[in-house]
Protein backbone atom coordinates (compact mmCIF):
# COMPACT_ATOMS: atom_id res chain seq x y z
CA UNK A 1 0.00 0.00 0.00
CA UNK A 2 0.95 3.72 -0.74
CA UNK A 3 2.57 5.23 2.43
CA UNK A 4 3.52 9.39 2.88
CA UNK A 5 6.13 9.91 5.76
CA UNK A 6 5.61 13.78 6.99
CA UNK A 7 8.19 15.24 8.75
CA UNK A 8 7.64 18.68 11.68
CA UNK A 9 6.50 19.49 14.40
CA UNK A 10 3.72 18.10 15.69
CA UNK A 11 0.86 19.37 17.77
CA UNK A 12 -1.98 17.09 18.93
CA UNK A 13 -4.76 18.04 22.12
CA UNK A 14 -5.42 14.97 25.11
CA UNK A 15 -7.89 17.30 26.30
CA UNK A 16 -9.04 20.61 27.52
CA UNK A 17 -5.67 22.91 28.31
CA UNK A 18 -6.32 24.87 31.38
CA UNK A 19 -3.47 27.13 31.41
CA UNK A 20 -0.40 27.74 29.09
CA UNK A 21 1.32 26.18 31.04
CA UNK A 22 -0.89 22.80 31.27
CA UNK A 23 1.90 20.87 29.19
CA UNK A 24 -0.02 17.36 29.99
CA UNK A 25 -3.02 18.28 27.95
CA UNK A 26 -1.15 17.67 24.35
CA UNK A 27 1.35 16.02 22.62
CA UNK A 28 4.18 18.29 20.98
CA UNK A 29 6.99 16.63 18.62
CA UNK A 30 10.10 19.18 17.80
CA UNK A 31 11.23 16.62 15.24
CA UNK A 32 7.95 14.52 14.59
CA UNK A 33 6.59 12.36 12.15
CA UNK A 34 3.56 11.25 10.73
CA UNK A 35 3.22 7.76 8.47
CA UNK A 36 0.42 8.41 5.87
CA UNK A 37 -1.64 5.08 4.72
CA UNK A 38 -4.75 4.25 2.90
CA UNK A 39 -6.04 7.39 4.06
CA UNK A 40 -5.37 7.14 7.98
CA UNK A 41 -2.51 7.91 10.55
CA UNK A 42 -0.80 4.80 10.75
CA UNK A 43 2.04 5.91 13.09
CA UNK A 44 2.61 9.29 14.66
CA UNK A 45 5.56 10.41 16.85
CA UNK A 46 8.94 10.74 16.97
CA UNK A 47 10.33 11.04 13.88
CA UNK A 48 12.97 8.98 13.83
CA UNK A 49 10.22 5.93 15.35
CA UNK A 50 8.21 6.54 12.96
CA UNK A 51 10.64 6.75 10.06
CA UNK A 52 11.96 2.90 11.03
CA UNK A 53 7.93 1.85 10.19
CA UNK A 54 8.15 3.09 6.63
CA UNK A 55 8.70 1.17 4.02
CA UNK A 56 11.80 1.27 1.67
CA UNK A 57 8.89 2.90 -1.09
CA UNK A 58 6.97 5.82 1.19
CA UNK A 59 7.02 9.49 -0.14
CA UNK A 60 8.80 11.40 2.10
CA UNK A 61 7.51 14.98 2.54
CA UNK A 62 9.84 17.01 4.98
CA UNK A 63 7.46 19.72 6.16
CA UNK A 64 10.21 21.37 8.93
CA UNK A 65 10.25 24.00 10.33
CA UNK A 66 6.53 24.36 9.79
CA UNK A 67 3.92 22.65 12.45
CA UNK A 68 1.41 19.88 11.55
CA UNK A 69 -1.96 20.08 13.71
CA UNK A 70 -5.09 17.70 12.57
CA UNK A 71 -7.11 19.84 10.23
CA UNK A 72 -9.21 22.33 11.45
CA UNK A 73 -13.55 22.03 11.63
CA UNK A 74 -15.99 24.46 10.91
CA UNK A 75 -19.25 23.12 12.69
CA UNK A 76 -21.75 25.90 11.25
CA UNK A 77 -21.15 27.38 7.76
CA UNK A 78 -23.87 28.40 4.80
CA UNK A 79 -21.82 26.68 1.66
CA UNK A 80 -24.90 28.72 -0.44
CA UNK A 81 -23.96 32.09 0.87
CA UNK A 82 -20.18 32.81 -0.85
CA UNK A 83 -22.11 35.13 -3.02
CA UNK A 84 -24.18 36.41 0.39
CA UNK A 85 -20.76 37.53 2.93
CA UNK A 86 -19.74 40.79 2.64
CA UNK A 87 -23.37 42.00 2.82
CA UNK A 88 -23.85 45.39 4.42
CA UNK A 89 -25.92 46.73 6.92
CA UNK A 90 -28.56 44.46 8.43
CA UNK A 91 -29.60 42.88 10.69
CA UNK A 92 -30.62 38.94 11.12
CA UNK A 93 -33.96 38.64 9.65
CA UNK A 94 -33.43 41.78 7.42
CA UNK A 95 -30.53 40.14 5.98
CA UNK A 96 -32.13 36.79 5.38
CA UNK A 97 -34.87 38.45 3.78
CA UNK A 98 -32.97 40.99 1.49
CA UNK A 99 -29.77 38.56 0.96
CA UNK A 100 -29.76 35.31 1.89
CA UNK A 101 -33.12 34.53 0.43
CA UNK A 102 -32.80 35.60 -3.09
CA UNK A 103 -29.78 34.13 -3.15
CA UNK A 104 -30.42 30.83 -2.11
CA UNK A 105 -33.30 30.79 -4.54
CA UNK A 106 -30.74 30.44 -7.11
CA UNK A 107 -29.62 26.81 -5.53
CA UNK A 108 -32.84 25.32 -7.49
CA UNK A 109 -30.50 24.98 -10.22
CA UNK A 110 -28.32 21.83 -9.67
CA UNK A 111 -25.06 23.52 -11.82
CA UNK A 112 -24.88 26.59 -9.89
CA UNK A 113 -24.88 24.25 -7.08
CA UNK A 114 -22.22 22.16 -8.10
CA UNK A 115 -20.58 25.10 -8.93
CA UNK A 116 -20.75 26.68 -5.25
CA UNK A 117 -20.01 23.72 -3.42
CA UNK A 118 -16.24 23.15 -6.03
CA UNK A 119 -15.39 26.37 -5.25
CA UNK A 120 -17.01 26.07 -1.83
CA UNK A 121 -14.48 23.11 -0.53
CA UNK A 122 -11.77 24.77 -2.19
CA UNK A 123 -12.04 26.89 -0.07
CA UNK A 124 -12.39 25.10 2.83
CA UNK A 125 -8.94 23.41 1.66
CA UNK A 126 -6.98 26.29 1.11
CA UNK A 127 -8.15 27.38 4.79
CA UNK A 128 -6.74 24.61 6.16
CA UNK A 129 -10.59 23.50 7.14
CA UNK A 130 -11.13 19.51 6.40
CA UNK A 131 -14.37 19.03 8.16
CA UNK A 132 -17.66 21.44 7.77
CA UNK A 133 -21.03 20.89 9.28
CA UNK A 134 -23.14 22.50 6.42
CA UNK A 135 -26.08 24.01 5.70
CA UNK A 136 -27.19 23.56 2.24
CA UNK A 137 -30.61 25.52 0.39
CA UNK A 138 -34.05 24.33 0.93
CA UNK A 139 -33.34 22.40 -2.58
CA UNK A 140 -32.88 18.63 -2.62
CA UNK A 141 -30.39 19.15 -5.37
CA UNK A 142 -28.06 21.75 -3.28
CA UNK A 143 -27.11 19.11 -0.95
CA UNK A 144 -26.70 16.52 -3.81
CA UNK A 145 -24.13 18.95 -5.35
CA UNK A 146 -22.64 19.39 -1.79
CA UNK A 147 -22.46 15.87 -1.32
CA UNK A 148 -21.08 14.74 -4.44
CA UNK A 149 -18.33 17.26 -4.18
CA UNK A 150 -17.75 16.28 -1.03
CA UNK A 151 -17.33 12.59 -1.82
CA UNK A 152 -15.68 12.89 -4.99
CA UNK A 153 -12.36 14.83 -2.49
CA UNK A 154 -13.23 12.12 0.48
CA UNK A 155 -13.27 14.96 2.59
CA UNK A 156 -15.38 14.44 5.89
CA UNK A 157 -18.24 16.44 5.72
CA UNK A 158 -21.61 17.07 7.13
CA UNK A 159 -24.40 18.05 5.53
CA UNK A 160 -28.20 18.92 5.15
CA UNK A 161 -31.24 20.23 2.89
CA UNK A 162 -32.24 23.17 4.97
CA UNK A 163 -36.19 22.13 5.82
CA UNK A 164 -37.91 25.51 5.81
CA UNK A 165 -41.69 26.20 5.07
CA UNK A 166 -43.06 29.46 6.37
CA UNK A 167 -41.78 33.00 6.16
CA UNK A 168 -39.88 32.52 3.36
CA UNK A 169 -40.11 33.04 -0.37
CA UNK A 170 -42.58 31.06 -2.14
CA UNK A 171 -39.27 29.29 -4.09
CA UNK A 172 -37.67 28.92 -1.15
CA UNK A 173 -40.66 27.11 0.65
CA UNK A 174 -41.00 22.78 0.73
CA UNK A 175 -43.54 21.49 2.53
CA UNK A 176 -43.78 19.26 5.97
CA UNK A 177 -44.29 16.15 3.62
CA UNK A 178 -41.88 17.21 1.34
CA UNK A 179 -38.63 17.98 3.58
CA UNK A 180 -39.80 14.61 4.65
CA UNK A 181 -39.44 12.79 1.17
CA UNK A 182 -36.49 15.06 0.64
CA UNK A 183 -34.17 14.63 3.55
CA UNK A 184 -34.89 10.65 3.79
CA UNK A 185 -33.96 10.51 0.35
CA UNK A 186 -30.87 11.93 0.54
CA UNK A 187 -30.17 10.25 4.05
CA UNK A 188 -30.35 6.90 2.45
CA UNK A 189 -27.95 7.94 -0.42
CA UNK A 190 -25.48 9.68 1.02
CA UNK A 191 -25.38 9.29 5.15
CA UNK A 192 -22.22 6.63 5.62
CA UNK A 193 -21.44 6.76 2.27
CA UNK A 194 -17.75 7.22 1.71
CA UNK A 195 -17.21 9.41 4.41
CA UNK A 196 -20.64 11.52 4.31
CA UNK A 197 -22.67 12.19 7.38
CA UNK A 198 -25.95 13.66 6.80
CA UNK A 199 -27.56 16.21 9.23
CA UNK A 200 -31.46 16.85 9.22
CA UNK A 201 -31.44 20.94 8.97
CA UNK A 202 -34.67 22.75 9.63
CA UNK A 203 -33.27 26.32 9.61
CA UNK A 204 -34.93 27.37 12.82
CA UNK A 205 -38.40 27.57 14.28
CA UNK A 206 -39.44 31.10 12.45
CA UNK A 207 -38.90 29.26 9.10
CA UNK A 208 -40.56 25.96 10.26
CA UNK A 209 -44.42 24.96 11.21
CA UNK A 210 -45.16 22.98 13.83
CA UNK A 211 -45.78 20.12 11.62
CA UNK A 212 -42.40 20.43 9.77
CA UNK A 213 -40.56 20.35 12.99
CA UNK A 214 -42.79 17.18 14.07
CA UNK A 215 -41.35 15.43 10.74
CA UNK A 216 -38.03 16.80 11.39
CA UNK A 217 -38.63 15.10 15.04
CA UNK A 218 -39.70 12.42 12.99
CA UNK A 219 -36.00 11.77 11.16
CA UNK A 220 -34.17 11.90 13.97
CA UNK A 221 -36.35 8.86 15.73
CA UNK A 222 -35.99 7.35 12.33
CA UNK A 223 -32.28 7.48 11.98
CA UNK A 224 -31.05 7.97 15.34
CA UNK A 225 -27.11 8.21 14.46
CA UNK A 226 -27.67 11.75 12.31
CA UNK A 227 -26.78 14.72 13.32
CA UNK A 228 -29.08 17.91 13.80
CA UNK A 229 -28.38 21.38 13.04
CA UNK A 230 -30.50 24.70 13.40
CA UNK A 231 -30.03 28.40 14.63
CA UNK A 232 -31.48 28.98 18.54
CA UNK A 233 -31.32 32.43 20.45
CA UNK A 234 -29.12 34.43 18.12
CA UNK A 235 -31.08 38.11 17.99
CA UNK A 236 -33.61 39.50 19.93
CA UNK A 237 -35.83 40.65 16.96
CA UNK A 238 -35.61 36.41 16.24
CA UNK A 239 -36.48 35.38 20.06
CA UNK A 240 -39.25 37.72 19.83
CA UNK A 241 -41.14 36.23 16.75
CA UNK A 242 -40.39 32.68 17.92
CA UNK A 243 -42.27 33.79 21.22
CA UNK A 244 -45.21 35.26 18.87
CA UNK A 245 -45.06 31.69 16.83
CA UNK A 246 -44.91 29.09 19.22
CA UNK A 247 -46.96 30.98 22.07
CA UNK A 248 -47.19 27.57 24.37
CA UNK A 249 -43.33 27.48 24.50
CA UNK A 250 -41.91 28.24 27.89
CA UNK A 251 -38.51 29.78 25.77
CA UNK A 252 -37.17 29.40 22.50
CA UNK A 253 -35.26 26.26 23.75
CA UNK A 254 -38.37 24.93 24.50
CA UNK A 255 -39.73 24.93 21.08
CA UNK A 256 -37.05 22.33 19.74
CA UNK A 257 -37.63 20.44 22.94
CA UNK A 258 -40.63 19.89 22.55
CA UNK A 259 -40.09 18.11 19.16
CA UNK A 260 -37.48 16.11 20.49
CA UNK A 261 -34.56 18.30 18.45
CA UNK A 262 -32.15 18.07 21.46
CA UNK A 263 -29.47 15.19 21.71
CA UNK A 264 -25.92 14.75 21.66
CA UNK A 265 -25.68 15.36 18.14
CA UNK A 266 -27.76 18.08 18.23
CA UNK A 267 -26.04 21.54 16.77
CA UNK A 268 -27.61 24.78 18.11
CA UNK A 269 -25.83 28.22 16.29
CA UNK A 270 -25.63 31.30 18.02
CA UNK A 271 -26.89 30.33 21.56
CA UNK A 272 -26.41 34.05 22.70
CA UNK A 273 -29.14 35.37 24.92
CA UNK A 274 -30.43 31.63 26.48
CA UNK A 275 -31.62 31.98 30.03
CA UNK A 276 -30.70 29.54 32.62
CA UNK A 277 -33.51 27.64 32.15
CA UNK A 278 -32.54 26.91 28.16
CA UNK A 279 -28.56 26.61 29.36
CA UNK A 280 -29.82 23.75 31.34
CA UNK A 281 -31.70 22.19 29.15
CA UNK A 282 -29.02 21.77 26.92
CA UNK A 283 -26.51 20.95 29.32
CA UNK A 284 -28.77 18.09 30.62
CA UNK A 285 -29.43 16.73 26.55
CA UNK A 286 -25.99 17.11 25.77
CA UNK A 287 -26.84 19.24 23.27
CA UNK A 288 -23.84 21.47 21.76
CA UNK A 289 -23.70 25.41 21.11
CA UNK A 290 -22.14 26.62 18.56
CA UNK A 291 -20.22 29.70 18.86
CA UNK A 292 -19.82 32.29 15.26
CA UNK A 293 -17.86 35.08 16.92
CA UNK A 294 -17.39 36.48 13.16
CA UNK A 295 -21.22 36.21 12.32
CA UNK A 296 -21.95 37.81 16.25
CA UNK A 297 -20.00 40.56 15.69
CA UNK A 298 -20.89 41.03 11.95
CA UNK A 299 -24.68 41.45 12.46
CA UNK A 300 -24.47 42.89 15.93
CA UNK A 301 -25.88 39.39 17.86
CA UNK A 302 -24.10 39.75 20.41
CA UNK A 303 -21.05 38.10 22.96
CA UNK A 304 -21.65 34.44 23.47
CA UNK A 305 -20.27 33.96 27.03
CA UNK A 306 -17.76 30.83 26.43
CA UNK A 307 -16.20 30.64 29.60
CA UNK A 308 -19.57 30.98 31.40
CA UNK A 309 -20.97 28.38 29.51
CA UNK A 310 -18.04 26.11 29.93
CA UNK A 311 -17.55 26.78 33.68
CA UNK A 312 -21.22 26.68 34.73
CA UNK A 313 -22.45 24.01 36.87
CA UNK A 314 -24.10 22.45 34.42
CA UNK A 315 -21.89 23.00 31.63
CA UNK A 316 -22.23 23.43 27.68
CA UNK A 317 -20.52 21.65 25.00
CA UNK A 318 -19.17 24.35 22.76
CA UNK A 319 -17.96 23.77 19.31
CA UNK A 320 -16.78 26.91 17.12
CA UNK A 321 -17.67 28.13 13.82
CA UNK A 322 -17.20 30.45 10.83
CA UNK A 323 -21.08 31.07 10.06
CA UNK A 324 -20.29 31.79 6.66
CA UNK A 325 -22.11 34.38 5.07
CA UNK A 326 -23.41 36.16 8.39
CA UNK A 327 -19.60 35.57 9.46
CA UNK A 328 -16.84 37.44 7.63
CA UNK A 329 -14.24 34.94 7.07
CA UNK A 330 -13.73 31.24 6.01
CA UNK A 331 -10.69 30.77 8.02
CA UNK A 332 -10.69 29.23 11.66
CA UNK A 333 -7.40 30.98 12.24
CA UNK A 334 -9.23 33.98 11.81
CA UNK A 335 -12.54 32.96 13.59
CA UNK A 336 -10.80 32.30 16.85
CA UNK A 337 -8.79 35.75 16.85
CA UNK A 338 -12.53 37.23 16.74
CA UNK A 339 -13.34 34.61 19.40
CA UNK A 340 -10.66 35.73 21.65
CA UNK A 341 -12.06 39.24 21.11
CA UNK A 342 -15.68 38.27 22.20
CA UNK A 343 -14.48 36.26 25.05
CA UNK A 344 -12.09 39.35 25.85
CA UNK A 345 -15.59 41.71 26.32
CA UNK A 346 -17.00 39.09 28.76
CA UNK A 347 -13.75 39.84 30.84
CA UNK A 348 -12.32 36.44 30.01
CA UNK A 349 -9.04 35.17 27.75
CA UNK A 350 -9.22 32.00 26.20
CA UNK A 351 -5.42 30.84 26.02
CA UNK A 352 -3.59 29.78 22.72
CA UNK A 353 -3.65 26.05 23.72
CA UNK A 354 -7.50 25.71 24.58
CA UNK A 355 -7.58 27.74 21.14
CA UNK A 356 -5.99 25.16 18.94
CA UNK A 357 -7.62 22.52 20.86
CA UNK A 358 -11.29 24.31 20.24
CA UNK A 359 -10.49 24.50 16.73
CA UNK A 360 -9.23 20.78 16.24
CA UNK A 361 -10.14 18.08 18.93
CA UNK A 362 -12.66 20.21 20.85
CA UNK A 363 -14.99 20.74 17.63
CA UNK A 364 -14.15 16.79 17.01
CA UNK A 365 -15.60 16.09 20.27
CA UNK A 366 -18.48 18.61 19.96
CA UNK A 367 -19.64 17.02 16.28
CA UNK A 368 -19.02 13.23 18.02
CA UNK A 369 -16.24 12.91 15.66
CA UNK A 370 -13.15 12.64 17.30
CA UNK A 371 -12.57 8.65 16.67
CA UNK A 372 -12.01 9.90 13.67
CA UNK A 373 -10.67 13.33 13.05
CA UNK A 374 -9.38 16.16 15.28
CA UNK A 375 -6.41 14.75 16.80
CA UNK A 376 -3.16 12.81 15.34
CA UNK A 377 -3.53 9.62 17.03
CA UNK A 378 -2.70 6.69 15.54
CA UNK A 379 -5.94 4.83 13.68
CA UNK A 380 -7.28 7.82 12.67
CA UNK A 381 -8.04 9.81 9.10
CA UNK A 382 -5.42 11.62 8.03
CA UNK A 383 -6.52 15.38 7.66
CA UNK A 384 -4.07 17.35 8.90
CA UNK A 385 -2.99 21.00 8.32
CA UNK A 386 0.46 22.47 7.99
CA UNK A 387 1.37 25.73 9.54
CA UNK A 388 3.95 28.47 8.92
CA UNK A 389 3.82 31.02 11.75
CA UNK A 390 6.49 32.81 9.80
CA UNK A 391 3.91 33.45 6.75
CA UNK A 392 4.37 36.86 6.23
CA UNK A 393 6.73 39.51 6.36
CA UNK A 394 5.00 40.90 10.01
CA UNK A 395 4.44 37.39 10.95
CA UNK A 396 8.19 36.62 10.40
CA UNK A 397 8.81 40.13 12.23
CA UNK A 398 6.77 39.01 15.01
CA UNK A 399 8.04 35.18 15.54
CA UNK A 400 11.89 36.67 16.60
CA UNK A 401 10.62 37.93 19.64
CA UNK A 402 7.79 34.42 20.36
CA UNK A 403 10.05 32.28 22.54
CA UNK A 404 7.15 29.80 23.40
CA UNK A 405 5.17 26.99 21.37
CA UNK A 406 1.87 28.91 23.11
CA UNK A 407 3.34 32.39 22.10
CA UNK A 408 3.47 30.85 18.50
CA UNK A 409 0.13 29.55 18.47
CA UNK A 410 -1.23 32.90 19.45
CA UNK A 411 0.88 34.53 16.81
CA UNK A 412 -0.82 32.22 14.09
CA UNK A 413 -4.40 32.77 15.52
CA UNK A 414 -3.65 36.69 15.92
CA UNK A 415 -2.12 37.37 12.40
CA UNK A 416 -2.65 34.10 10.28
CA UNK A 417 -4.77 33.38 7.35
CA UNK A 418 -4.89 31.01 4.33
CA UNK A 419 -1.49 32.81 3.42
CA UNK A 420 -0.11 30.60 6.93
CA UNK A 421 -1.29 27.35 5.58
CA UNK A 422 1.34 25.36 3.60
CA UNK A 423 -0.13 22.54 2.82
CA UNK A 424 -3.79 20.43 4.01
CA UNK A 425 -3.95 16.85 3.51
CA UNK A 426 -7.04 15.15 3.07
CA UNK A 427 -7.49 11.33 4.19
CA UNK A 428 -3.87 11.23 3.01
CA UNK A 429 -3.49 13.78 0.64
CA UNK A 430 -2.09 16.72 -0.20
CA UNK A 431 -5.00 18.60 -1.37
CA UNK A 432 -3.65 22.38 -0.87
CA UNK A 433 -0.96 21.99 -3.66
CA UNK A 434 -3.59 20.56 -5.83
CA UNK A 435 -5.48 23.55 -6.27
CA UNK A 436 -6.29 24.94 -9.17
CA UNK A 437 -4.68 28.60 -9.37
CA UNK A 438 -7.80 30.47 -11.26
CA UNK A 439 -11.05 29.29 -9.72
CA UNK A 440 -14.03 29.78 -11.89
ZN1 LIG B 1 -26.09 30.08 10.38
Not at 247 to 267: F, K, N, Q, S
Not at 348 to 361: M, Y
Not at 417 to 423: I, T
Amino acid sequence: MNQTLLRGRTLTFLRWPDTTEDHAAYRYEEDGGLLLEGGRIAAAGAYAEVAAKAGDGAQRIDHRPHLLLPGFIDAHVHFPQMQVIASYGTELLDWLNKYTFPEETKFSNAQHGRRIARLFLDEMVRQGTTTVSAYCSVHKQSAEAFFAESHERNMLNIAGKVMMDRNAPEQLRDTPESSFDDSKALIEEWHGKGRQLYAVTPRFAITSSPEQLEMAGALMRAFPDLHMQTHLSENHAEIAFTGELYPWARDYTDVYEHYGLLGPRALFGHCIHLSDRETDALSQSGSVAVFCPTSNLFLGSGLFDYQRYRRRSKPLRIATATDVGGGTNYSMLRTMDEGYKVIALNGEKLNPFASFWQLTRGNAEALSIADRVGTLETGTDADIVVLNPSATPAMRLRMETAGTLAEELFLLQTLGDDRAVVETYVAGRPAKSALPAVAT
